[in-house]
């Protein structure tokens, strides 16, 4: 098994303003797995496109976005 930090970080593309950054998980690696991140805004969202990164020690592995109407 192998060792790691997983971190998220959400991002609003319009204005490039960071809506949250959760702190990086320690996580063993062995073999195939599954973990989630979560974010909540009660008031609801403003319309518009966002971005979840997700990154491994540091470094972004992955990115998605997603669009709020």
């Known amino acids: ?20 950054e959760e702190a990086p998980k320690d996580i063993t690696f062995a073999g195939d797995g599954v973990t989630d991140f979560q974010i909540s805004k009660p008031s609801g969202w403003p319309t518009g496109k966002y971005k979840v990164e997700i990154s491994l020690d540091g470094n972004v592995v992955q990115t998605r976005e997603f669009e709020v109407k």
């Open 1 to 20: 098994s192998v060792g790691g930090k997983l971190g998220a970080k959400w991002t609003r593309v319009d204005s490039n303003q960071v809506v949250s």
